[in-house]
């Protein structure tokens, strides 16, 4: 179904949603996005990604032309205008149209965009059966060049990871940083389960901050299980009891093989399956 999307204000039809070849989130990736979740009408850990996206603007020099509260309601505007209670939003910022020059000075106003609609990362069935990754060859973005928790318009790398593990038929790729270190896969954060306690990459390994990691730990916290944020390699994912991927998307998925190791018996563990549940229960509050 088409849906209407907000472009500055106001709302086009799917066909009429046209930015600016001169935009410099189109010319040069100049500009930030989060993926946001709605559940029965609620923008979910709606504060978590507005401040995310505030402080990824504010980090690259984008001044967001309008309040985080007038941000909430384009948000839920959004969904009344499309009709929807459950959706996948895709908020934008970027730089805005300029010249076909770098020089973001010349940029004369950040452009905001708004999408509400679905998305299905991945089908239905491996919620049950778990994923099957591999490691890929492409690194994680050094930190030192751009800071990961700046979810930036930029993810070329993220793609051609994304590439190489379509093109060996999986879903999902592991990308370490260049330390050799686990940072995180193309499109989520990646945790592992090891003698009872939850373990993740933290976020000096180069990670995205993600917002569905943040609350997967805290509800760890207050359901009193182990969890810690730590720097883990291959060794660490092969010899895990379990291993479970999230994301807004994705939200909380299992992985039960990583370049051909099968993990525990092959299925999503007990661990992961109680963490989906609690995570499943938060989405209804």
Known sequence: MACKVYIDGTFYDESEAKVSVFDHGLLYGDGVFEGIR???????????????????ANYICI?????KKEMEKALYAALKE??????????????????LGLNPFKCVKPSI??????????????????????????????????????????????ILAKME?????????????SQGNVAECTGDNIFIVKNGVVKTPPVT???????????LLKLAKDAGIPAQ?????????????????????????AVTKIDGRILGDGKPGPMTRKLLGMFRDLTKK
């Open 38 to 56: 709605a559940y029965n009408g609620k923008v979910f850990l709606c504060q978590e990604h507005i401040d995310r996206i505030y402080e990824g």
């Open 63 to 67: 001044n967001i032309p309008m309040t």
């Open 82 to 99: 499309n009709g929807l209670k459950d959706a996948y939003i895709r908020l934008i910022v970027t730089r805005g149209t300029g010249c």
């Open 113 to 158: 965009i708004i999408i509400a609609s679905s998305i299905e990362l991945y089908p239905p069935e491996l919620y049950e059966q778990g994923l099957s990754i591999i490691t890929s060859a492409v690194p994680a973005v050094n930190p030192e060049a751009l800071n990961p928790r700046v979810k930036s318009l930029n993810y070329l790398n993220n």
């Open 165 to 177: 593990a379509l093109n060996a038929g999986m879903f999902e790729a592991i990308m370490l940083n």
């Open 205 to 215: 390994a180069g990670i995205l901050e993600g917002c569905t990691r943040n609350a």
């Open 229 to 253: 944020e730590v720097n883990l390699q291959r060794y660490d994912l092969y010899a895990a009891d379990e291993c479970f991927l999230t994301g807004t998307a994705a939200e909380l998925i």
